[in-house]
C-alpha cells in the first residue's frame, strides 16, 4: 500500500509548467515523499524527494504543503520527453519504495 | 557508467518450466529489491534484500524465490510459472536508508507459453 493518492491522468502543453499533486494525508514526521517517473519501455527513474522544505533539482521542483499532507511536482517547462507515469511514494526508516497507481502524464506538441 | 544490469531483457518458457532471472550492479549498493510490474500497473515490490538479509512481502507467492550470493548479484527464481507470471521483473539498488534514491535496472520481459 503506496499509501498515497495521485490523479489517473493528467495532460499538459509543451514548454508550459506541469503540477503534478499527490496526496499523503496520512504521513508521519519521519515519512520522505519520493517521487519517479517511468518512461515508456524503461524502468522507473528518480526525479526528486524532500522531507519537509520545498527541494529544486535539475529536472523538477518538490513543493510540499505546510502540513506535510500533500505535495506537488513541478516541471516547469514540459517536453515531449517529459511524457510518463509519475509516482509519488512515502518512505521512512528502511522501509523501501512501494508504488501507488501513478499519474499518466501526456504532453502536447 | 556505474549502472543495474537484468539479463536477459527478454525471456520466454513455457508453463510451468522453471527460469532464473538475473541482475548484476556496479553501485556497490547494499541493498537490492525486485519488483513485478504487469501490463498498466505499478511495479509492485515482491523482495529485497539488505546485504544478505532477506525480506518477502507478505503477499509474494512461495512460487517466487530470490538469492544473492554476494554484493553485485542478485537472482529471481520462478519455480513453477504460471500465464499470471508473464510480467516485467525490475531489479533497483539502493544505499540503505529510506532517503536514499533507488536505481532502477531496465527490466526483464517474462513471457510464459
Known amino acids: 500500500d503506496a499509501k498515497t493518492t495521485q490523479p489517473n491522468s493528467m495532460e499538459s502543453n509543451e514548454e508550459e509548467p506541469v503540477h503534478l499533486p499527490c496526496n499523503h494525508s496520512?504521513?508521519?514526521?519521519?515519512?520522505?515523499i519520493h517521487w519517479y517517473r517511468q518512461l515508456p519501455s524503461q524502468g522507473p527513474e528518480y526525479v526528486i524527494h524532500?522531507?519537509?522544505s520545498n527541494v529544486n533539482n535539475r529536472m523538477a521542483s518538490l513543493a510540499i504543503a505546510e502540513d506535510r499532507k500533500s505535495s506537488t511536482l513541478i516541471l516547469h517547462r514540459a517536453t515531449l520527453r517529459d511524457a510518463a507515469v509519475y509516482y509519488c511514494?512515502?518512505?521512512?526508516?528502511?522501509?523501501?519504495?512501494?508504488f501507488g497507481k501513478g499519474t499518466r502524464l501526456s504532453v502536447i506538441a | 557508467d556505474a549502472m543495474v544490469i537484468q539479463n536477459p531483457r527478454y525471456q520466454v518458457t513455457q508453463f510451468g518450466k522453471p527460469v532464473t532471472l538475473s541482475c548484476s550492479q556496479t553501485?556497490?549498493?547494499?541493498?537490492m529489491y525486485w519488483y513485478q510490474q504487469k501490463s498498466s500497473q505499478a511495479p509492485k515490490l515482491l523482495f529485497h534484500?539488505?546485504?544478505?538479509?532477506?525480506?518477502n512481502e507478505a503477499d509474494t507467492p512461495d512460487n517466487f524465490q530470490s538469492r544473492r550470493p554476494n554484493t553485485s548479484f542478485c537472482f529471481l527464481d520462478i519455480r513453477s510459472p504460471g500465464l499470471g507470471d508473464a510480467a516485467m521483473y525490475l531489479c533497483?539498488?539502493?544505499?540503505?536508508?529510506?532517503?536514499?534514491?533507488?536505481?532502477f535496472g531496465p527490466g526483464t520481459r517474462l513471457t510464459v507459453l
Open positions: 533497483a539498488t539502493s544505499r540503505q536508508g529510506s532517503y536514499n534514491e533507488q536505481f
Open positions: 496520512t504521513i508521519s514526521g519521519t515519512d520522505y
Open positions: 524532500g522531507l519537509t
Open positions: 511514494s512515502r518512505t521512512s526508516g528502511n522501509t523501501p519504495l512501494v
Open positions: 553501485l556497490n549498493h547494499n541493498v
Open positions: 534484500y539488505y546485504d544478505k538479509d532477506f525480506n
